[in-house]
């Protein structure tokens, strides 16, 4: 409606206009058409002029209205471009025209700038590689895989980035669970130390995973040992961590459930790394048949933990209660200082064979 | 006579066809660009809050007139006498 509404007026308006304009026109008329049309003016007035003749003069007359009418309608526009203030839009000083002439020689473009090819180059977001305009798409459909065949590359790479995030996620969330649960089987008098392994395991999580992204399935020994105990439980919670092969000086660095080598293998190595402090002793199989805890960080703390401790402590529990009612807090406490005195045995043994 | 004819010119729709061609053809001949710059003088010269249509027709009339084209004027006589012509068969 605000629309119509103001074209309505003009309309409006226009026609009052013109009703009082064709009340002054026709003294205006007299005089013109007598110049431009005398001929058929006076053809009319004479009396024995031809049909042919008064005709022509009324056709004069008719298109003489069509361009009366033409006039007012382009006056009307004048005027309303006047009110408007559109009317000198148009006029320019001679300074601008000169600056915005539109050039029409030959190697330039109308702005008078000289015609080269622009190379025009896009970032792929995937890749972060420049790339000319015109291959952008294709190589963006490749290098994100999408399309029916999509390069093989791209996918394979895809591949990747899923298993690793998958890894990594693995490592954040399981890993800890996996911590938490080695740690409630293992001795509950040692809880501040727990905290503060796990705490060390949480904040170190990320940067063992780099170095396992990094390193190109390999580790060498060297660098796992010029590490301080801690970060070497750290890598190797997130490795397989076994010897590639029995006399090599390379550490396999797959996930922890490599499929290569087997959980023997595994707490051997790293046996190794964590309580012989890397010293090369050839593992004879019998050592593998020790019933180890399946992991490292229990080693450790049954190692730190005297056997005379345990001793003295399994006694103290003995002669404190001897009721059959016994805890299952005890009885566990026994049954890992038990295992731990008998591997203690046996590892003394190995050293002693050594 | 003159009104018999506007009469049929403008009952058939045919007055409207023959103002756009002529509108047409007075832009394409500049008759219009003329008229304008003209109009602008007039403008000038009065300033911009005293113009009023009757002065800007009474004024744009007369030099509108003898600026049209005669070929323009020729070829809407023509176009005027087919109709006719069409009319009456």
Redesign the interface.
């Known amino acids: 409606m605000h629309f119509i509404f103001p074209y309505l007026t003009f309309e409006l308006y226009a026609c009052r ?1 013109k009703s ?2 064709m009340e ?2 026709p003294a ?1 008329p007299d005089e ?1 058409f007598s110049d ?1 049309f005398s001929s058929a003016a006076l053809g009319l007035e004479e009396e024995g002029s031809d049909a042919a003749d ?2 022509a003069a ?19 526009e ?2 309303r471009m ?1 009110k408007k ?1 559109v ?2 839009i148009e ?1 320019t000083d001679t300074e601008s025209i000169q600056q915005f002439k539109i050039v029409d020689t030959p190697g330039f473009d109308i702005f008078g700038q000289e015609l080269k090819k622009k190379s025009l180059e896009c970032v792929c977001p995937n890749c972060e590689r420049l790339m000319a305009a015109s291959r952008f798409a294709p190589h963006l459909e490749k290098c994100m895989g999408m399309g029916r065949c999509s390069s093989r590359v791209a996918s394979r790479r895809i591949a990747n980035n899923i298993s690793k995030q998958e890894g990594s996620d693995n490592d954040s969330l399981g890993g800890d669970n996996d911590i938490d649960n080695d740690w409630s089987t293992g001795k509950r008098s040692k809880k501040v130390k727990k905290e503060k392994y796990s705490s060390s395991l949480k904040g170190r999580g990320r940067p063992a995973n780099k170095m396992r992204t990094e390193a190109a399935g390999e580790l060498d020994v060297s660098t796992l040992l010029a590490m301080d105990v801690e970060q070497r439980k750290s890598v190797l919670m997130n490795i397989c961590g076994a010897l590639s092969e029995p006399n090599s000086k390379k550490i396999c660095t797959r996930p922890a459930k490599c499929t290569l080598h087997s959980d023997e293998v595994r707490q051997l190595s790293r046996h190794n790394f964590l309580v012989d402090n890397g010293s090369q002793r050839v593992l004879t199989p019998t050592a593998g048949c020790h019933p180890l805890p399946p992991d490292d960080e229990v080693d450790i703390d049954i190692d730190t933990f005297d056997d005379l401790d345990s001793q003295i402590l399994r006694d103290a529990l003995w002669e404190k209660d001897r009721t059959p009612t016994a805890s299952p807090a005890d009885s566990t406490s026994t049954v890992n200082s038990n295992s731990s005195k008998k591997r203690g045995r046996k590892k003394k043994s190995k050293r002693n064979d050594k | 006579m003159r009104s018999s004819i506007n009469q049929k010119l403008v009952e058939s729709g045919e007055s409207e066809r023959l103002k756009d061609i002529l509108r047409t053809r007075l832009i394409e001949c500049g008759w219009r660009d003329e008229l304008k710059a003209h109009c602008k003088e007039i403008v000038k010269r009065k300033g911009l809050e005293h113009v009023t249509v009757e002065d800007l027709v009474a004024e744009t009339t007369p030099k509108g007139r003898a600026l049209v084209p005669d070929d323009v004027k020729k070829e809407l006589l023509g176009r005027i006498r087919t109709f006719l012509a069409q009319q009456s068969t």
Request: proline residues 0%; hydrophobic residues 60%.
């Open positions: 206009l009082r304009i002054i026109l205006v013109l431009t008064i005709k009324a056709l004069d007359l008719v298109l003489e209205d069509i361009i009366t009418n033409v006039i007012f309608g382009f006056s009307l004048i005027h006047c203030g009317l000198f006029d």
